[in-house]
């Protein structure tokens, strides 16, 4: 990995991807580094699942509402895991689109290592707080 750039963006969401994007346009060598998946909270876990999750949730009423403006539904049912199977494949869509077109013209992406995490204090069932035992 060549780590001479002119620009090193931490963070594939919104604003880095945006950074770097406008960064290369004008001629800057840039590296991201994105320790999960490309698009960022909103993308993989915010405006755009929490939109599809919304649209799904609001044909129930449509549903109950259509006959009385002369619409026959018939029987109708939810899938659940179907939608979950869709939901995500709209953000792999659109977080690979956004690889493809964040990759031009001087811009790379880079996936490092996860970092080892630090041990938090665990919980009790009684909610109270342990701490690790120091030696
Ligand atoms: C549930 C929810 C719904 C939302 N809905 C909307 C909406 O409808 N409209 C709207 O405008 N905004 C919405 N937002 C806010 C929007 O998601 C954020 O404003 C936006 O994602 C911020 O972009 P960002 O680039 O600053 O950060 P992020 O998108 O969070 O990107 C940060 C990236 O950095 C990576 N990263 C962090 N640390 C490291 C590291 N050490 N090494 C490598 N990579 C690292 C993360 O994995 C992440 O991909 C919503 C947020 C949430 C949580």
């Known amino acids: ?24 346009s004008h001629g800057a060598k840039v590296l ?3 320790e999960f998946r490309i698009g960022g909270t909103c993308v993989i876990r915010g405006c755009v699942p929490k939109k599809l999750l919304v649209y ?4 129930a009423d449509q549903f109950r509402d259509a006959e009385a403006f002369g619409w026959s539904v018939g029987d109708v049912s939810f899938d659940w ?13 659109l977080s690979a689109s956004i690889a493809a ?17 630090a041990r938090t204090p665990s919980r ?8 690790p035992a120091t030696s």
């Open 101 to 117: 077109t964040s990759r031009a013209p001087r811009s790379r992406f880079w996936r490092p290592a996860p970092p080892s995490r």
């Open 81 to 93: 895991r179907k939608l979950v199977a869709a939901k995500e494949a709209e953000i792999t869509r």
């Open 56 to 59: 799904a949730g609001r044909f």
């Open 32 to 34: 991201v580094a994105e």
């Open 124 to 131: 009790s069932p009684t909610g109270a707080r342990s701490r």
């Open 1 to 24: 990995m060549n780590y001479d750039v002119d620009l090193f963006v931490i963070g594939a969401g919104s604003g880095g991807t945006r950074a770097s994007r406008i960064a290369s």
